[in-house]
């Protein structure tokens, strides 16, 4: 649904990258390269990576069945 | 007797800070270690009180991510157990962040601003009264102010011989600090002593040492501390902190034996 | 803190030190081993899934002309001493 606010694994805010990450990786015309831009960010381990990397948003999806 | 111990920075910022003790005890790092996760408080939203909730998530979970927020925490005008209200209000169309909540005590807010708690469509709206308490670590992890706190030994490498003509060049990982031994092998400006960190070779030491035969020791009682914190308290804060809630147990016990 | 002594004889002691756990007692443990006259130093504790006590059992041995309980004393001393020693040598650095 919205993304959790810290890593599972390790318990390291990445919530706060979410956007920026969504606006560079997937909704830009020239969506960047996944990698590059969590390096950018400073989300180093791949715990905290994949929390990311494998998040959808789904509010705008189950909104409409309220 | 004392104790001889020295500290060095190997690299510090706000919130993460890898330093080096030489002179301690496998024991004592560990405590320390342990004190840092699961024994130094931080505020956390503990208890909510949903006044209006008609976003697509329920109650418990609001609650949830709001109490995983990393509010900040001067550890020296609280104690375990003091309470601060945040309320947040926010109205769709619009997303509600961690920055949206506002705090009662001006020491007490929000670690981070941009954090999004819940997308609120139009029509929709969050209205929520949080009661934030200071607490440890070991009662819930969300209370921890250290995030991925660890250490590992200081190394050594030695340089014994040259590697045999035909061997295969095989990589050789190494993670962590070394302490300089074998400047005169390296490429580049480097100096016995030197506090190199790994990563500054790609942690592969035949990129350092090249066509070398090479030993790796741990250097006995020095320990490379890694610490990270959630932004609730500094690096420094966190430390001094967790060496204190040892000394301060230490203490209890001996006036409990002295009685 | 509360202590519940289990047994007790001059060089050698049991205690039982409720509210504690492994950063605290291996620290302490740590300590005394490295405290003069102290022979032996461990402390016990089981996993509340074994069923047996939680809390930890400290057990001190030590030489014959040193008195256990003041040899607990100086060990937690010591913890205080690094402690202090560590403040100090990291605000130094910091």
Sequence with gaps: ?66 | ?259 | MDLRVIEKEETMLSIEIAGEDHTFMNVLKGALLETDGVTAATYDMNPEQSGGQTDPVLTVKTDVDVNALDALEAGADRVMEKADDFDAAFDAAA
């Design chain 1, 1 to 66: 649904m919205m993304v959790p606010v810290r890593c599972f694994t390790c318990g390291n805010v990445v919530a706060e990258h979410w956007e920026e990450f969504k606006a560079r990786t997937r909704e830009a015309e020239e969506p960047e390269d996944p990698e590059k831009v969590l390096d950018e960010l400073g989300v180093e381990r791949h715990c905290c990576r994949r929390m990311l990397v494998s998040h959808k948003d789904l509010v705008d999806i189950v909104a409409p069945y309220q």
């Design chain 2, 1 to 259: 007797m004392t104790q001889d111990y020295e500290v060095e920075f190997v690299e510090r910022s706000d919130r993460e800070a890898r330093f080096l003790v030489r002179g301690i005890s496998p024991a004592f790092a560990n405590g320390i270690r342990r004190a840092m996760i699961a024994d130094v408080p931080t505020f956390s939203v503990d208890t909510v009180r949903v006044i209006e909730n008609s976003s697509v998530m329920f109650d418990e979970q609001i609650g949830l991510r709001l109490g995983l927020v990393p509010l900040t925490t001067d550890l020296d005008d609280f104690e375990v157990g003091d309470e601060v209200t945040l309320s947040i209000d926010v109205s769709g169309p619009e997303t509600a962040y961690s920055g949206d909540l506002v705090s009662s005590d001006s020491l007490v807010g929000p670690a981070d601003d941009n954090i999004p708690i819940i997308d609120l469509k139009d029509g929709q709206r969050l209205e929520v009264e949080a009661d934030a308490v200071l607490d440890r670590g070991r009662e819930h992890a969300k209370h921890q102010g250290g995030v991925a706190v660890g250490y590992r030994h200081l190394q050594r490498v030695e340089v014994v011989g040259d590697k045999g003509e035909f061997e295969d060049d095989e990589t050789h990982i190494l993670r962590g600090v070394i302490e300089e031994q074998a400047a005169e092998h390296v490429d580049g400006d480097a100096d016995d002593g030197d506090l190199v960190l790994t990563e500054e070779f790609d942690s592969d030491l035949t990129k350092r040492y090249p066509g070398k035969e090479l030993e790796v020791h741990d250097v006995e009682n020095a320990f490379v501390f890694h610490a990270e914190t959630d932004g609730s308290l500094s690096v420094e804060e966190l430390t001094l902190r967790a060496v204190d809630s040892i000394r301060s147990r230490a203490d209890e016990l001996r006036d409990a034996v002295q009685l």
